[in-house]
């Protein structure tokens, strides 16, 4: 059964950084584009980035581009979203999602989601 | 500028059914979408794409209680036989070049 596996929760200080990552299973990674999605506690779900690892192709949100890096490492099928100079409205769950690559690019598998905490 | 837009909320009876709404901004009304359910306290899951000429895709496991249709601008997803799962938050999903967008989410009340 195709999955994807987030790390686990995280409980950051001001300004400092977070790296969460995601692991496929039971499906053939580089046919696939990723993308990360937050949802703030009792928000909607919002676009971070996206990547295509298979030709390392990235894009980022434009509110997030300074300060969000999206990576994968196709030998472990793991896609990682680190963001640095968090502040408390950092605070969300953080998804991670496997895109189709072609005519339609809808989100198809959803991670489990990590807690992200931003407090001092 | 690319922006898909839902009502916040929406109510139906138990075994009723209920038709939520996503529209598309000007002159991206031949886009498809992509629907997403979120029930309590539980991460989203993917339930169909709806393209503009109606039809739509479903995956896996999503019952045939749950279809998409179109008309113009707007991609629709209709639930029947409302049962009290269905209580959840529903997204709409689209993309553009480089760009993926949600609308705000419907939030969906089975009385």
């Known amino acids: 059964q195709e999955q994807l596996m987030q790390s686990g929760a995280e409980v950051k200080t001001p300004g400092s950084s977070v790296k969460v990552s995601c692991k496929a299973s039971?499906?053939?990674?580089?046919?696939?584009?990723f993308s990360w999605v937050r949802q703030a506690p009792g928000q909607g779900l919002e676009w971070m980035g996206g990547?295509?690892?298979?030709?390392?192709?990235?894009n980022y949100a434009q509110k997030f581009q300074d300060r969000v890096t999206i990576s994968a490492d196709v030998s472990t099928s793991t896609t990682y979203m680190e963001l640095s100079s968090l502040r408390s409205e950092d605070t969300a769950v953080y998804y991670c999602?496997?895109?189709?690559?072609?005519?339609?690019?809808?989100?198809?598998?959803w991670g489990q989601g990590t807690l992200v905490t931003v407090s001092s | 500028h690319l922006v898909v837009t839902q009502s916040p909320s929406a109510s139906a009876s138990l075994g009723a059914s209920v038709k939520l709404t996503c529209t598309l901004s000007?002159?991206?009304?031949?886009?498809?979408i992509a629907w997403h359910q979120q029930q309590p306290e539980k991460g989203p899951r993917y339930l169909m794409k709806?393209?503009?000429?109606?039809?739509?895709r479903k995956g896996d496991g999503i019952p045939d209680r749950f279809s998409g249709s179109s008309s113009g601008a707007e991609r629709y997803l209709t639930i029947s036989s409302l049962q009290s799962e269905d209580e959840a938050d529903y997204y709409c999903?689209?993309?553009?070049?480089?760009?993926?967008?949600f609308g705000g989410g419907t939030k969906l009340t089975v009385l």
């Open positions: 039971g499906g053939t990674f580089r046919y696939y584009a």
């Open positions: 000007s002159g991206h009304i031949d886009y498809a």
């Open positions: 709806v393209y503009n000429d109606g039809s739509h």
């Open positions: 999903q689209t993309w553009g070049t480089d760009v993926q967008v």
């Open positions: 999602a496997r895109v189709l690559v072609g005519p339609t690019r809808e989100f198809d598998i």
């Open positions: 990547i295509i690892p298979v030709v390392d192709t990235i």
